[in-house]
Structures are given as C-alpha cells and as structure tokens.
C-alpha cells in the first residue's frame, strides 16, 4: 500500500524558511513523480513543483527561485525547501506520487497517492 507522510509544516514569518518532508512508504521512487501541491482557503489545488522518475525537476512561476524539490532515495522522502516565503504562499501543503517511468509528470488529476497535507502559514 503505498503512502505519504507530509511533515515539516508551520507558522513562519514572510522571508523565512521551511523545509517540508514527504516520507513515502509502499513503493520506491523508481518510475514514480512525485508532486508537491497546496491548496489556500477558498482557492482550488494547485501544483507547486514535481520531480520526474528521472529526477528532472519543475516548479510553478509563482514559486520559481524559491523553491526547491529534492530526492534522498535512501530514505524514500522528497523534500521541498521553501526560501523567502511569502503570506500569499500560506496554504495546506500535500505531496503526491504516481507510477509515470518518463521525464516528466502528469496531470494533477493522474496522481493517485495523496499525503494528509501539512499546514504552512506565513505572517506578513
């Protein structure tokens, strides 16, 4: 069975940082993209940043140069760094993982595997 652990979520001041975790159990990231996804009150899900099987990495504009996505396959965990955070970054934060062996990533609709989400909040 596979599953998402999301950690690492918090009350943060604009211009800080976090790091989130997404520990995965029941499968290996081989063949896998991993996303990273947010959801703020009021607004629909939207994709934050993905890694390919391959581990290429992608990021949304909003987040491009901020923020970024990493692989530690010995842990089964893909981290998502999070620098010069800002209020409008304050959401619900999931990870998600599909089975998609190619150098890309599918659509938000494809994934299968849903963490529980972590909060990340940023004062202003």
């Known amino acids: 069975e596979v599953q998402l652990v999301e950690s690492g979520g918090g009350l943060v001041q604009a211009g800080g940082s976090l790091r989130l975790s997404c520990a995965a159990s029941?499968?290996?990231?081989?063949?896998?993209?991993i996303g990273w996804f947010r959801q703020a009150p009021g607004k629909e899900r939207e994709g934050v940043s993905y890694?390919?099987?391959?581990?290429?990495?992608y990021y949304a504009d909003s987040v491009k140069g901020r923020f970024t996505i990493s692989s530690d396959n010995a842990k089964n965990t893909v981290y998502l760094q999070m620098n010069s955070l800002k209020p409008e970054d304050t959401a619900v934060y999931f990870c998600?993982?599909?089975?998609?062996?190619?150098?890309?990533?599918?659509?938000?609709?494809?994934?299968?595997?849903w963490g529980q989400g972590t909060q990340v909040t940023v004062s202003s």
């Open positions: 029941g499968f290996t990231f081989d063949d896998y993209a």
């Open positions: 890694i390919s099987a391959d581990g290429i990495q």
């Open positions: 998600a993982a599909e089975f998609w062996p190619y150098s890309d990533y599918p659509d938000q609709a494809e994934f299968g595997s």
